[in-house]
Nanobody
Framework: QVQLVESGGGLVQPGGSLRLSCVASGSSFSIYHMGWYRQPPGKQRELVAAVTSGGITNYPDSVKGRFTISRDNAKNTVYLQMNSLKPEDTAVYYC?????????????WGQGTQVTVSS
């Protein structure tokens, strides 16, 4: 079992930056693949960044070059550095932890943190 707590959201002007953090409690953080998702108002949740247990990262084109995901296994924490923010980045951002053991897909979510990009 993993509990995830996000922090770092807030109101920022277009072009600004924010860093989100997600702290995981429970065991074996390093074996989990970690991801950041977002859900804009009235839309579906979408992936914005992912990092595997081995450190391989993945981004959709919409955020590539602006967002950076990183993890610190010693601190059980995954970060999302967001630069050059745009109004369309406004959403609730969620942290996800995932691992697959045999045929079972274990997925855990945080409660979300609001990011609002507006002047």
């Amino acid at each position: 079992q993993v509990q995830l707590v996000e922090s770092g959201g807030g109101l920022v002007q277009p072009g600004g930056s924010l860093r989100l953090s997600c702290v995981a409690s429970g065991s074996s953080f390093s074996i989990y693949h970690m991801g950041w998702y977002r859900q804009p108002p009235g839309k579906q949740r979408e992936l914005v960044a992912a990092v595997t247990s081995g450190g391989i990262t993945n981004y959709p084109d919409s955020v590539k070059g602006r967002f950076t995901i990183s993890r610190d296994n010693a601190k059980n924490t995954v970060y999302l550095q967001m630069n050059s923010l745009k109004p369309e980045d406004t959403a609730v951002y969620y942290c996800q932890a995932r691992r697959i053991q045999l045929t079972i897909d274990y997925v855990y979510w945080g409660q979300g943190t609001q990011v609002t990009v507006s002047s």
